[in-house]
């Protein structure tokens, strides 16, 4: 089957390599999204060890749907009843891009009601009573062609379930991984994120120093699905802590809020990685490492949601300015959606590379080699 992980825009390439990683077939990037060819066990694979994916979507087909009858009859078409059982519950979510058929609200009305006559014929039941596991349906209609899919995770698989609530302007898991992974960290050398909030990064950065599957302190939908033997899962589950490292690494955080610290530790004991990060009351302006090699990466505020855009600028002067003084090994990223970060900075990016943190258009300013 064709298995499909979307995610953030400019992450594709990452998502793909992982799918290599995890020896998925077939593995080819678009915008946003990321497809492959896999089996029922792939699905576990994938959603219990993907970093920078956003879901895992089952496709179920596709075909051309220039208007509303064409959509209900390939809709109809689908063989639900492989899938979804008498007492299954299938929301339809979806959306549409450059196509005849725009209204997303009456796009979804027509999938739900074909797919629930053909299940319902099925069944013979004329009601069905959606009391039973989810089956969300989503469907994306690009150009007058509808593919359907069943969303294998349930909630983002940004959500490892280590983050407590009540975070001002937190990175999404995926993101902050994101980061880790174009930093190039393994494990071995120093690691700092000194403005750490909640301490995203440096826990993203345990964990692939430990090389620790973020999906395994959390379910899925298609973990309660029918289908799918509680097997899978628990193979899965089993090769990905076979993988798992035992070292110990120098990883750091810093943030000048106090509550943003407590946060982070808090965190971190959540991910389970409390071991091997440190987290600190310190001021990004005055960060300081004699190391010679490192890796730092941070999204410092931006002048958008936290503070103004000129407390922003006199930061990155302060922040540039610690930085030089770093020995030059050191490879320094940092995401902005500010515009003139790299002149209060001070320094040009030997690198630039567009990510959307959420809507955010952001630059992540890549600095040594
Ligand atoms: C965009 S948030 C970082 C969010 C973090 N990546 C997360 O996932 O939670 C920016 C952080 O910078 C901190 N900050 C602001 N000024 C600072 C300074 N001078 N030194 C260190 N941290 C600072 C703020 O307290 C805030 O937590």
Same mark, same amino acid.
């Given at each position: 089957m064709t298995l499909t992980v979307p995610c953030l825009f400019g992450l594709e390439s990452l998502v793909a390599d992982e799918m290599k990683r995890l020896n998925l077939q077939e593995v080819r990037a678009e915008n946003g999204r990321v497809h492959c060819r896999g089996t029922l066990a792939d699905i576990a694979r994938l959603n219990i060890n993907l =970093?920078?994916? /956003?879901r895992v979507l089952m496709e179920l087909g596709s075909f051309p749907a220039g208007d509303f009858e064409a959509l209900f009859q390939g809709v109809y078409a689908l063989p639900w009843e492989d899938y979804i059982p008498k007492d299954g519950e299938f929301p339809v979510k979806g959306y549409s891009l450059? !196509?005849?058929?725009? *209204?997303v609200p009456a796009c979804q009305a027509i999938v739900k009601k074909a797919s629930a006559k053909r299940l319902g014929e099925k069944y013979g039941m /004329?009601? %069905?009573?959606?009391? &039973? !596991?989810r089956y969300q349906i989503q469907f994306a209609i690009v150009k007058d062609v509808a593919t359907l899919y069943l969303d294998? !995770?349930?909630?983002? %698989? @940004?959500?490892? &379930? @280590?983050r407590a609530q009540g975070v001002v302007a937190p990175l999404r898991e995926t993101l902050a991984a994101a980061l880790v992974t174009l930093s190039r960290y393994r494990g071995k050398d120093p690691f700092c994120d000194p403005?750490?909030? *909640?301490?995203t990064i440096p826990i993203e950065a345990a964990l692939i120093a430990k090389n =620790? /599957?973020?999906?395994?302190d959390r379910s899925f939908s /298609?973990? =309660?699905?029918?289908?799918?033997?509680?097997k899978l899962w628990l193979e899965a589950a089993d090769e990905a802590m076979d993988r798992e490292f035992h070292g110990s690494y120098d990883i750091w955080g810093g943030d000048i809020d106090p509550k943003a610290v407590e946060l982070a530790r808090h965190n971190a004991e959540l991910a389970g990685v409390e071991d091997c990060v440190r987290f600190e009351v310190a001021d990004a302006g005055k960060f300081h490492r004699d190391s010679e090699y490192g890796q730092l990466a941070t999204n410092p505020p @931006? &002048?958008? =949601?936290?503070?103004?855009k000129s407390e922003a600028e006199a930061l990155y002067r302060m922040f540039g300015a610690a930085c030089r003084e770093?020995?030059?090994?050191w490879r320094v990223l940092v995401l902005s959606s500010h515009t003139e970060f790299e002149r209060s900075f001070g320094r040009q990016a030997n690198k630039k590379r567009k990510l959307y943190n959420g809507m955010l258009k952001c630059d992540l300013f890549m600095y040594g080699k």
């Open positions: =970093r920078c994916g /956003a450059n !196509s005849g058929l725009h *209204s /004329a009601t %069905l009573p959606e009391t &039973g !596991s294998t !995770s349930g909630e983002g %698989l @940004y959500k490892r &379930g @280590y403005f750490c909030g *909640s301490g =620790r /599957a973020p999906g395994l /298609a973990q =309660r699905w029918k289908n799918m033997d509680g @931006y &002048g958008e =949601r936290l503070m103004e770093l020995p030059p090994k």
